[in-house]
């Protein structure tokens, strides 16, 4: 295991001798075919704004769970949002990692905050620097009802020249502990074209978070399971921080610092609209799929607080 992810990093940055030159020409090769494709894609403003899983159950039915929901006002301003996610990124009975039924998103000069509205409670506050980008987040949750999630949590964002995200440095606590926080120190590795492929622990050469592409297919669109912290996923899904993700994501893994897998999750069975734009994944091994809801500007946003899987269809786009 610790042999396979050395190899798989080595592999990505083009450290090693040997592959080199293929590299540079693969490299060569996918951003000619990125910058020909970019140029041919639809114009149309489309943007992920749900998704939901269906569940089969042990009587042979299914169960609906929305996962995560966005709405905008009418000037096109995100102005709520909706979180319910797990660490396996399934219908976990352990309880949702990152637990908020319905959020109210407050704009503040250089802050955003996001408010649970049926308690006030303010979950979620965020500075921004001159170019709009995190630079601290203050994340406080109670409302987690899983043990494996952290619900309070400090963040500083650092960014390399690219504007690509570089070090995310985390103090983490429980609720009410005596104790002082867990401060780790997180470093963003991209391959030669700009994916993010290894979110590692300090120092550490095998903790972290390992990205895995399919390089035949662009990234047109997607909301993914994979949780890396609270804050950063309520981020990336409020479109204030981007993982860089140019070609299709297959697979991501969490390992610890001793290089076994806590957790891996897949992206497969994946269906697209005319435009490329991912609607549905399957979550093998489990028989979980999931379905992505899109708002393109043509028609009514999600209406409800909860909408059901029938409403939430009418937002999958063929």
Not at 225 to 248: G, I, R, S, V, Y
Not at 290 to 304: E, K, L, N, P, V
Request: charged share 20%; hydrophobic share 35%; glycine share 6%.
């Amino acid at each position: 295991m610790i042999m396979r992810l050395h190899l798989f990093v080595a592999a990505c940055t083009c450290l090693s001798v040997g592959l080199l030159s293929s590299c540079k020409k693969q490299v060569n090769e996918e951003q000619s075919e990125s910058a020909l494709l970019s140029t041919m894609s639809s114009s149309s403003n489309c943007r992920v704004v749900g998704l939901g899983q269906l569940i089969p159950d042990n009587n042979g039915s299914t169960i609906w769970k929305n996962i995560l929901l966005k709405w905008y006002d009418n000037s096109g301003k995100l102005k709520n949002v909706k979180f319910h996610l797990d660490w396996f990124g399934t219908y976990s009975s352990f309880g949702d990692d990152l637990n908020l039924d319905y959020g109210e998103v407050i704009y503040a000069g250089d802050e955003i905050k996001v408010k649970e509205v049926f308690t006030g409670i303010e979950i979620l506050r965020i500075k921004l620097d001159v170019m709009n980008r995190p630079v601290t987040t203050w994340y406080y949750n109670p409302n987690t009802t899983s043990g494996y999630g952290w619900p309070v949590d400090t963040s500083y964002y650092y960014y390399d020249v690219s504007n690509r995200l570089e070090t995310l440095v985390q103090h983490k606590t429980s609720i009410g502990s005596p104790n002082p926080p867990l401060i780790l120190t997180w470093k963003f590795i991209y391959d030669p074209v700009g994916n993010l492929v290894l979110i590692k622990l300090g120092e550490n050469p095998y903790g972290g978070f390992e990205f895995r592409y399919d390089y035949s297919n662009l990234n047109k669109g997607m909301a993914t399971l994979n949780l890396f912290t609270a804050p950063t996923k309520m981020l990336e899904f409020m479109d204030l921080l981007k993982f860089e993700q140019h070609h299709q994501l297959r697979e991501v893994i969490w390992y610890i610092p001793s290089g076994s897998i806590v957790a891996h999750w897949t992206y497969n069975n994946i269906t697209r609209d005319s435009e490329g734009k991912v609607l549905t994944y399957a979550l093998p091994p489990t028989p979980y799929k999931q379905f992505i809801a899109w708002d393109c500007g043509a028609s009514q946003m999600i209406q409800s607080k909860n909408p059901t899987q029938e409403e939430f269809m009418k937002l999958i786009r063929p």
